[in-house]
T-cell receptor
Framework: QKEVEQNSGPLSVPEGAIASLNCTYS??????FFWYRQYSGKSPELIMS????GDKEDGRFTAQLNKASQYVSLLIRDSQPSDSATYLC??????????????FGQGTILTVHP | SQTIHQWPATLVQPVGSPLSLECTVE??????LYWYRQAAGRGLQLLFY??????ISSEVPQNLSASRPQDRQFILSSKKLLLSDSGFYLC???????????FGNGTRLTVT
């Protein structure tokens, strides 16, 4: 069983629409959750951090966390072609040998078409 | 502000040759340092992490090794490269146990 799972996509949305990216994780003790954006050929760039249940908004991005369901999501409002990238979900372990380490999902490819 | 430098940006090496990739962080003290590898079309795999000088934890058995000779310097090495070592190598830093990672620009390694 993968520790962090994402749909690989590609997810295609029209410009101006809401893109919804989902992620589930297996370590119930995880406390820190991150979303990274990775453009083709580039390194991952942090776009959101979330630590508590509920929603966290930053500009056009909203991260949602539900620890009981072990689920974290990222919503991108008013999607732009420049949002086209791979989005990586990352979960920080807290128990045992996973303490402090970041485990990444495989990433979801998002394409925003004009 | 903190910055991370990683070099070289690209590298082509023959099978059996040695490897040395270097990463340095500026603007912070006692960072946690990480080496990740991303193979083509695959996710990020944690290779090594370090919480202090001389402290290295290995995540995956392989022919790679890491060293941290100074607080803000992290080196990835190999004595003999394999074809399977090809990939995108990323150095990252964080401060604290629940902080996000910040990545360098990466090194794209091709072993021929």
């Amino acid at each position: 069983q993968k520790e962090v799972e994402q749909n690989s996509g590609p997810l295609s949305v029209p410009e101006g629409a809401i893109a919804s990216l989902n992620c589930t994780y297996s370590d119930r003790g995880s406390q820190s959750f991150f979303w990274y954006r990775q453009y083709s050929g580039k390194s991952p760039e942090l776009i959101m951090s979330i630590y508590s249940n509920g929603d966290k908004e930053d500009g056009r991005f909203t991260a949602q966390l539900n620890k009981a369901s072990q689920y974290v999501s990222l919503l991108i409002r008013d999607s732009q072609p420049s949002d086209s990238a791979t989005y990586l979900c990352a979960v920080q372990g807290r128990g045992g040998t996973s303490y402090g380490k970041l485990t990444f999902g495989q990433g979801t490819i998002l394409t925003v078409h004009p | 502000s903190q910055t991370i430098h990683q070099w070289p940006a690209t590298l082509v090496q023959p099978v059996g040759s040695p490897l040395s990739l270097e990463c340095t962080v500026e603007g912070t003290s006692n960072p946690n340092l990480y080496w990740y590898r991303q193979a083509a079309g695959r996710g990020l795999q944690l290779l090594f992490y370090s919480v202090g000088i001389g402290q290295i934890s290995s995540e995956v058995p392989q022919n790679l090794s890491a060293s941290r000779p100074q607080d803000r310097q992290f080196i990835l090495s190999s004595k003999k490269l394999l074809l399977s070592d090809s990939g995108f190598y990323l150095c990252a830093w964080s401060v604290g146990q629940e902080a996000p990672l910040h990545f360098g620009n990466g090194t794209r390694l091709t072993v021929t």
